[in-house]
T-cell receptor, first 117, second 114 residues
Framework: DQQVKQNSPSLSVQEGRISILNCDYTNSMFDYFLWYKKYPAEGPTFLISISSIKDKNEDGRFTVFLNKSAKHLSLHIVPSQPGDSAVYFCAASAHKAGGTSYGKLTFGQGTILTVHP | EPEVTQTPSHQVTQMGQEVILRCVPISNHLYFYWYRQILGQKVEFLVSFYNNEISEKSEIFDDQFSVERPDGSNFTLKIRSTKLEDSAMYFC????????????FGPGTRLTVL
């Protein structure tokens, strides 16, 4: 199931710089997208989400951009901090009117972000 | 801040045994989910549950799996006869509804089948 792909398994950035994590999807029925952060031995922690009616959503240091025509979204973290080091997952769901999905999230493979002091 | 809790944190069982994984979703949430992550692989959807019924299930969720909300707070995943390939982290999640769709995850139960 490759409906959601994160093509970069890892990303390394310097503290204070911008981290950009990318995600591509193939299912045009997806209409809600989320980013989760995960530390080892913990569950995914919700970071930020975006609906398909928007192209940008911002929450503090985190901004998600959605390009529907390219079926691409990205998460920007500015400025990056060492505590941001974790695995970042992109996830998507589809629940159009009359659709059969009830909130099922489809996840990407994750990108390991390392922020160096 | 309210959170999803899961017990046990680690469960070791013999192949063929039944296991029950327990979750306490966030109290005002109405939708409940189970996901799993086999080591080195993606987080995969298993099942969603609403109004005491399964709403959707994946092809992984076969007859060996069942879910239940036995009381007003717990949400359980039962695997009737475990297989080696059931070894994984199992995550419970809950959400208020579908419109907001933000699912909040528990810390997971690591299931090891020997």
């Amino acid at each position: 199931d490759q409906q959601v792909k994160q093509n970069s398994p890892s990303l390394s950035v310097q503290e204070g710089r911008i981290s950009i994590l990318n995600c591509d999807y193939t299912n045009s029925m997806f209409d809600y997208f989320l980013w989760y952060k995960k530390y080892p031995a913990e569950g995914p922690t919700f970071l930020i989400s975006i609906s398909s009616i928007k192209d940008k959503n911002e929450d503090g240091r985190f901004t998600v951009f959605l390009n529907k025509s390219a079926k691409h979204l990205s998460l920007h973290i500015v400025p990056s901090q060492p505590g941001d080091s974790a695995v970042y997952f992109c996830a998507a769901s589809a629940h159009k009117a009359g659709g059969t999905s009830y909130g099922k999230l489809t996840f990407g493979q994750g990108t390991i972000l390392t922020v160096h002091p | 801040e309210p959170e999803v809790t899961q017990t046990p944190s680690h469960q070791v069982t013999q192949m063929g045994q039944e296991v029950i994984l327990r979750c306490v979703p966030i109290s005002n949430h109405l939708y409940f989910y189970w996901y799993r992550q086999i080591l080195g692989q993606k987080v995969e959807f298993l099942v969603s549950f609403y109004n005491n019924e399964i709403s959707e299930k994946s092809e992984i969720f076969d007859d060996q799996f069942s879910v239940e909300r036995p009381d007003g707070s717990n949400f359980t995943l039962k695997i009737r006869s475990t297989k080696l390939e059931d070894s994984a982290m199992y995550f419970c999640a809950s959400s208020v509804g579908l419109v907001t769709d933000t699912q909040y995850f528990g810390p997971g139960t690591r299931l090891t089948v020997l």
